[in-house]
T-cell receptor, first 115, second 112 residues
Framework: GAVVSQHPSRVICKSGTSVKIECRSL??????MFWYRQFPKQSLMLMAT?????????EQGVEKDKFLINHASLTLSTLTVTSAHPEDSSFYIC???????????FGPGTRLTVL | GQNIDQPTEMTATEGAIVQINCTYQ??????LFWYQQHAGEAPTFLSY????GLEEKGRFSSFLSRSKGYSYLLLKELQMKDSASYLC?????????????FGAGTRLAVHP
């Protein structure tokens, strides 16, 4: 099946710093990638939808200047959490699809802890 | 608004059958997914329904009634490894847009 990787798997940073998370589709070209955030014992909340070569579409309430998304190629999307604060600590998961109707393949997630 | 409801927790015995229900109210509907998620891991795909009826895949079956805004996931011959969270997700939005809205998930504990 389709494989999606994320890097890093865990990151701890100081408040006020920026953190970049990479999402890669390893064996397919992803037309669309999605970024989710999941707090403990809660479900996945969609943050933004990213199409290669175009600007990301952010969900209501998600600050686009704080969560920068770049989708430079069909196999790579990055999420940068700028000026991170402790409340940004969460599990960040990306997913990728081949075409609009197909299932989403999820990455293994990145655990971000902001001190 | 968008609303997807699932029970928060369920328990069952190894070897038994369990049904996890999901009701939804969304502005659009273009299919319903069930995912399994173990703690600290990413969700893995279990099933997909877009038409009414039952879809069977091994020990897992999923049912959909679009008129009732209702789905269930049926797990048979439960195994200890089935202890996980089960997420119901609706594909919403205009045709071709693959946005998923997730329920809060149902944490299933399987006991010996």
């Amino acid at each position: 099946g389709a494989v999606v990787s994320q890097h890093p798997s865990r990151v701890i940073c100081k408040s006020g710093t920026s953190v970049k998370i990479e999402c890669r589709s390893l064996d397919f070209q992803a037309t669309t990638m999605f970024w989710y955030r999941q707090f403990p014992k809660q479900s996945l909340m969609l943050m933004a939808t990213s199409n290669e070569g175009s600007k990301a579409t952010y969900e209501q309430g998600v600050e686009k200047d704080k969560f920068l998304i770049n989708h430079a190629s069909l196999t790579l999307s990055t999420l940068t959490v700028t000026s991170a604060h402790p409340e940004d600590s969460s599990f960040y998961i990306c997913s990728a699809t081949i075409g609009s109707y197909n299932e989403q393949f999820f990455g293994p997630g990145t655990r971000l802890t902001v001190l | 608004g968008q609303n997807i409801d699932q029970p928060t927790e369920m328990t069952a015995t190894e070897g038994a059958i369990v049904q996890i229900n999901c009701t939804y109210q969304t502005s659009g509907f273009n299919g319903l997914f069930w995912y399994q998620q173990h703690a600290g891991e990413a969700p893995t795909f279990l099933s997909y329904n877009v038409l009414d009826g039952l879809e069977e895949k091994g020990r897992f079956s999923s049912f959909l009634s679009r008129s009732k805004g209702y789905s269930y996931l049926l797990l048979k011959e439960l195994q200890m490894k089935d202890s996980a969270s089960y997420l119901c997700a609706v594909r919403d939005g205009p045709g071709g847009y693959n946005k998923l809205i997730f329920g809060a998930g149902t944490r299933l504990a399987v006991h010996p």
